[in-house]
Structure formats: C-alpha cells, structure tokens
C-alpha cells in the first residue's frame, strides 16, 4: 500500500506540479490550499504518513502553527515545511523539528526527503 503523503500548498501551480510529481512515484497524494483544509483531512482520521507544506499561506494558521500541531496531536506524522523566503525559513527552523525545504526545490530533492523520513526506497514502504 502506498504512503500517503499530504501537501499544504496554497500556490495552485507549485502543488499541482508536486503533487503529480510524487503520484507518478507512487504516493498516494492528498492536497490542501491552506492549513485549515489540511487540518479537515486530518482530523477526519485520514491516516497520512507525511504532511508537505508552505510555511507562508492564507488562512487561520501558516505552515509552522500547522507543523507544531501536527505535532502535538499527530506525533508520528513527519512534517516538512517549505518556503521561498529566507525569513520564513529561519523562522521555521527555530521552532521546528522537522525538515525544512527552500523553494524552489527539484522535485527529486523532495522525493529524496520523503523517502529519508519515511524510511523507503519508495512509495510503497
């Protein structure tokens, strides 16, 4: 069974683009414009094995408030966060423990990053 990975991404073309990428590797990809829609996801008991995120989006929470409560109610869950501005990075990184990602990245950077959180070579585990 494929992991199940959750993108937070409120730039249509930027998660469209990730999205497909990780589908055609075989993930099962869920994907959320705000961190309050991935919260629903969440909370509707989906199981997610990895939520992808921006750290910068509209809405009642940006991506670092949504990583810490992962955190906090989902622990198992890895989070990484990305972000194009340097400021958001350097403000991700201090109250993050999870993996931090500059935009732009390469997708296979990303994949690279699943995988070493998830602990695969690929999707399927």
């Given at each position: 069974?494929?992991?199940?990975?959750?993108?937070?991404?409120?730039?249509?073309?930027?998660?469209?683009?990730?999205?497909?990428?990780?589908?055609?590797?075989?993930?099962?990809?869920?994907?959320?414009?705000?961190?309050?829609?991935?919260?629903?996801?969440?909370?509707?008991?989906?199981?997610?094995?990895?939520?992808?995120?921006?750290?910068?989006?509209?809405g009642s929470m940006d991506g670092c408030a949504?990583?810490?409560?992962?955190?906090?109610?989902?622990?198992?869950?890895?989070?990484?966060?990305?972000?194009?501005?340097?400021?958001?990075?350097?403000?991700?990184?201090?109250?993050?423990?999870?993996?931090?990602?500059p935009k732009p990245y390469r997708p296979q950077?990303?994949?690279?990053?699943?995988?070493?959180?998830?602990?695969?070579?690929?999707?399927?585990?």
């Open positions: 069974m494929p992991a199940t990975i959750l993108i937070a991404e409120d730039e249509f073309i930027i998660r469209l683009t990730i999205a497909e990428f990780l589908r055609d590797e075989g993930y099962h990809v869920i994907e959320t414009a705000n961190a309050d829609e991935a919260l629903d996801v969440l909370k509707a008991g989906i199981p997610i094995n990895l939520l992808f995120t921006d750290v910068r989006m509209p949504l990583a810490q409560k992962v955190r906090a109610e989902w622990p198992t869950t890895p989070v990484v966060l990305t972000s194009a501005f340097s400021e958001s990075l350097l403000s991700a990184r201090s109250v993050s423990q999870d993996f931090v990602v950077a990303v994949l690279a990053t699943i995988r070493a959180l998830l602990g695969t070579a690929d999707a399927g585990g």
